[in-house]
Every structure is written in structure tokens, then in C-alpha cells.
């Protein structure tokens, strides 16, 4: 619904005014009085005014200090797996809270306090972000893709053509496992967030290449992938890297433990390391969807005469080109190769 003002509550000089309003941040914690100023229509106002951010709209009691959530948003992109809980653990812990007068041990409801908190300083990072991006006409569809890397992908005036115009490799990493709520008998729930970054393929795009695979039938009569292969004698078969090569494997090979919900991301980077796209590997492997649904959004943003290198190039050259997108990788001259550092799995 649109936003009404003249439904919004009128609050009078007494709701404004903070009283004994707790004020932490990350070496204090203290009760003090803050009072408005004339223009400050909510006290949340009067609350960022003074560097602070509350959880209620109206009438809050406990406010966080923008320094320790803008210090907690780096701690966790450093390192995903400290949580919400780590850092009020570690907010008492600096507070002194178990030990000191008229205090209280850390409590569960901390959580839901700073989680409140961060969730507003986040959108207000959003918006100002999306603010600064539109003043300087950086919003445009595939910005991101188009301006990431110069040194990839900005052109110079009479510049001789290159032999590949652009350059990338993909793979994938299974250490950002998430796991599934519905394992410890709990009711799973639904995750109805959206990426508001162009960084991110959504998994309805991803899965509009799950039935696009043509697997490739292992007649293997041993398919264990963790077992040690003896390496070939003088008198055995040339050496194959698609039969040794794990992530080459058939599809229905590269199932992933049910307890996990999203087994890891699938990643596209340039030559200089810049991230280009990602999506999420959702209860599966690696499998050929997500190499497609990447190289497909490749294609139509930097267009013909392109690489990808990949460390089972040699057999997703046979998918890509067997999926509908092989005719059009073939007409814009789409060269896929094997990096350099797998190059010994490759009897290279």
C-alpha cells in the first residue's frame, strides 16, 4: 500500500523524549536522557541524530550505535559464520555485563534486539547506496557486468581487436554449506528474500537449464568417486581426464547430503580476479545447470569472441555444445579452455 502520512500517529513532546534509554555500543553500555530537536518528528530520528539505531519506531528503550553494527556488517562479510549471537556474546562480554551491579547475563532476546537493529541499518545502507548509484547513473541493467573490471572491459578508441575480447573462469565451492531447518524436526520456512545485487542468478533462471543436460552415462562398472585410481601401466588405454575427473562425473552422481538446503555457490570471476556472478548450488553438486544459466548471461551481456576457462572443460564443451546454447556459443566464437592450474589433471 502507499505510504499515507496523515495515517501516521501524531506523537506529542513527552513520546519524543528519551528517557533511561539504554545506548549501547562497543566498548559501553549506558542509560542516559536524549531529548529532540524541533525538527525531529520520531524519536528514531533523535536516535540516529546521536548515532543510534533502534528496533521500535515509536517508543524504543534500547538503541545500538551505528559504529557497532557498521563493525559487525564487516566482521561477518570477513567471516559469514560469526552470527548475531557471537557478537552480543561478545558485546557482554565487553560490557563486563556477568560481573557488574544491577546488570543481567547475556539473554536470548539480545538476538532479536541487535538482529532489529541491524536489519534497519542495512536497508538505510541500501537505500543510500541506491541513491548515490542513481545520481551517478550507475542503476543501469548489467552495470556491474560492464564496469567491474576495466582493465577487462573498457575499450580504448582505435583499439586493435584482441584475440578474445573477454576473458573468464567459473567453478564452483562447496564450503558455503547451509543447512536445512527441516532436519531437526523443526517446519521449514520459506526464504521469500530477494538479491538486490546484480552479482547474484536467481535459482528460477538456474533452473531453467536443469532439463537442458544431456548427462553423459558412466558405464563404469565402479562409480565410487572417493576411491584412489591406480595409475595406468604401459599396456592400459591412453589416459582420459573425463573418466578421472570427478566434477566431469555423470549428473545423477552429484547428489549432496539432504541435511544441507544450499551446498555451496558457483562462481564467475575475470582474469583479475573481480567477481562477475554467482548463484547458489541448492541441494545438489555441481551440476551442468549452473555453468549454463553463468555462460548464458555471459553471452548476452559481452557478446562474441569470448573464453571460460573451466577445470572440466573438456567434457562441459560437450554439454554446452549438445544444450541450447550451443548453437549460439558456436556463432559467437565461445572458446572453452582448461586453466593452467588443473592442467596436471589433464595430462597437461
Given at each position: ?42 524519536p ?9 539505531l ?34 552480543c ?16 547475563p ?8 541487535f ?27 548489467n ?35 547451509r ?5 531437526d524436526g523443526?517446519?521449514?520456512?520459506g526464504d ?9 542468478l ?10 537442458d ?33 570427478r ?59 569470448g ?15 549438445n544444450s ?17 592450474f588443473?592442467?596436471?589433471?589433464h595430462?597437461?
Open positions: 500500500m502507499p505510504h499515507n502520512p496523515l495515517e501516521e500517529p501524531a506523537l506529542d513532546n513527552d513520546s519524543l523524549s528519551l528517557k533511561n534509554i539504554e545506548l549501547i555500543d562497543v566498548f559501553s553500555r549506558k542509560r542516559t536522557s536524549l531529548r529532540p530537536l524541533l525538527s525531529h518528528t520520531y528514531n530520528k533523535t536516535l540516529i541524530y546521536h548515532g543510534y533502534d528496533c521500535l519506531p515509536l517508543y524504543p528503550t534500547v538503541a545500538v550505535s551505528i559504529c557497532t553494527l557498521a563493525t559487525y556488517r564487516q566482521s561477518h562479510r570477513t567471516w559469514p559464520r560469526f552470527s548475531i549471537q557471537a557478537q556474546k561478545a558485546l557482554c562480554h565487553l560490557h563486563n555485563i556477568r560481573y557488574t551491579i544491577c546488570s543481567i547475556y539473554q536470548s532476546y539480545l538476538n532479536t534486539q538482529s532489529d537493529a541491524y536489519d534497519v541499518y542495512l536497508e538505510i545502507i541500501h537505500r543510500v547506496d541506491s541513491l548515490i548509484n542513481e545520481a551517478l547513473d550507475c542503476n543501469t541493467p552495470w556491474h557486468l560492464l564496469n567491474s573490471c576495466p582493465c577487462c572491459f573498457y575499450k580504448l578508441e582505435d583499439e586493435d581487436n584482441l584475440t578474445f575480447e573477454w576473458l573468464v573462469t567459473i567453478n564452483s565451492n562447496n564450503s558455503l554449506k543447512w536445512s531447518s527441516s532436519i523443526s517446519t521449514t520456512r521469500l528474500r530477494k538479491f538486490r545485487t546484480d552479482y547474484w536467481d535459482h528460477t533462471i538456474v533452473d531453467g537449464f536443469k532439463d543436460v544431456r548427462g553423459r552415462l558412466n558405464t563404469a562398472t565402479n562409480n565410487d568417486d572417493w576411491q584412489d585410481i591406480v595409475p595406468p601401466n604401459e599396456s592400459a588405454p591412453p589416459f582420459t581426464c573425463i573418466d578421472r575427473w566434477n566431469a562425473g555423470p549428473e545423477q552422481c552429484k547428489q549432496m547430503f539432504a541435511i544441507f538446503d544450499e551446498s555451496g555457490i558457483f562462481i564467475a570471476a575475470c582474469r583479475h580476479q573481480f567477481v562477475l556472478l554467482a548463484c547458489d548450488m541448492v541441494k545438489s553438486g555441481e551440476l551442468a545447470k549452473y555453468p549454463l544459466a553463468i555462460i548464458e548471461r555471459l553471452l548476452t551481456v559481452y557478446g562474441q569472441n573464453a571460460c576457462a573451466y577445470d572440466i572443460s573438456c567434457a562441459f564443451a560437450k554439454t554446452l555444445a541450447m546454447l550451443g548453437q549460439r556459443a558456436s556463432s559467437l566464437n565461445l572458446r572453452m579452455m582448461v586453466g593452467a588443473h592442467g596436471h589433471a595430462n597437461q
